[in-house]
């Protein structure tokens, strides 16, 4: 099982967008995919077109009260997609665990005793945690449920802008709370082919964080929105499009990931590794 956050505390740069393609990718291709919604926006939610409404179960009835997340995981209309949804609600958690023990694991605690109590949690081959725009409460939770951190960050002037602070807090997460997270997977996106701009600001990318620059680039593309706007991928929106083809692509890497010693140890790794040192 391979347990990857998709992280960057700036909006708008293409986190979920990602996760549901990645996720929907992996899962065509024949793996068993969660994909957690762990923004109170919901936009991974909406995009798949799954409705948790303010009364229903959510993310937040895991994080912060006695649910587990077989309890709240929902199927999507993509076969071996799965869910876990979010809402709203979500947007007071940051509040509601101040007082709680433990704050800071609660999801790995939350997924690590489904896996235990062997429910079909444990079957998943992918967890993606889609993150909201900020190093909050919530994130720490992914950074400590995650093994892997993907990082998409846009082709812009501002790019960089921040990462090193990500860097920072991993390494700070890392280290005082024992664990052993890695960026593994550091994506280009809306891209601009033809931008010098854009070329130079990839040359920086890959300078800061180096081999763990994917290969495969994100282009810009309308379709993302327009896909969006019927609730479907780009995959099955416009299968012959340039963005189909690059989340593809991307998706070819990550599996090919699984052969290598870091996800090796990322498969043997994950939560048991965090629940030995802690508890
Ligand atoms: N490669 C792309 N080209 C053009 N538009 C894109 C691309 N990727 C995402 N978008 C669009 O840009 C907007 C932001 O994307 P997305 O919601 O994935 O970002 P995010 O990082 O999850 O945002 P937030 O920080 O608010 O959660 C959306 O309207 C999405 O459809
Ligand atoms: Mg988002």
């Known amino acids: 099982m391979r347990v990857i956050a998709v992280i960057n505390q700036k909006g708008g740069v293409g986190k979920t967008i990602t996760s549901v393609h990645v996720s929907a990718f992996l899962a065509r291709r024949g793996k068993k995919v969660l994909l ?49 949804p979010s809402n709203l609600n979500l947007a007071e958690a940051e509040i509601d665990l101040v007082e709680k023990p433990g704050r800071e694991i609660k999801l790995a605690e939350k997924l690590y005793k489904s896996i235990e109590r062997e429910t079909f949690v444990g079957s998943y081959d992918y967890i993606i945690i889609d993150c909201s725009p900020s190093l909050n409460i919530l994130t ?51 891209f601009k082919e033809g931008s010098g701009e854009d070329k130079e600001v990839l040359k920086k990318v890959k300078e800061t964080f180096k081999d763990s620059v994917f290969d495969t680039v994100i282009r810009s593309s309308d379709i993302y929105d327009k896909a969006a706007a019927q609730h479907e991928t780009v995959f099955d929106y416009k299968p012959d499009s ?14 090919d990931m699984e052969d290598d010693e870091e996800g090796k140890s990322a498969k043997k790794g994950f939560l048991s590794s965090l629940f030995k040192k802690t508890h």
């Not at 390494?171 to 709370?177: G, M, P």
């Not at 963005?243 to 070819?252: F, G, I, R, T």
């Open 36 to 84: 957690v919604d762990l923004d109170p926006q919901a936009n991974s939610s909406l995009l798949l077109n799954v409705k948790a409404s303010l009364n229903e179960l959510s993310i937040y009835d895991v994080m912060v009260e006695d649910a587990f997340p077989e309890d709240v995981i929902v199927d999507t209309s993509i076969e071996n997609l799965s869910l876990l």
């Open 140 to 190: 720490v939770n992914a950074l400590l449920a995650a093994k892997e951190i993907f990082v998409p960050v846009q082709m812009s002037y501002f790019a960089l802008k921040g990462a090193g602070h990500l860097i920072d807090i991993v390494k700070l997460v890392n280290e005082e709370l024992g664990h052993g997270v890695e960026i593994t997977g550091v994506i280009p996106t809306f």
């Open 242 to 255: 340039g963005a189909s083809s690059d989340y593809k692509n991307l998706v070819k890497e990550i599996i």
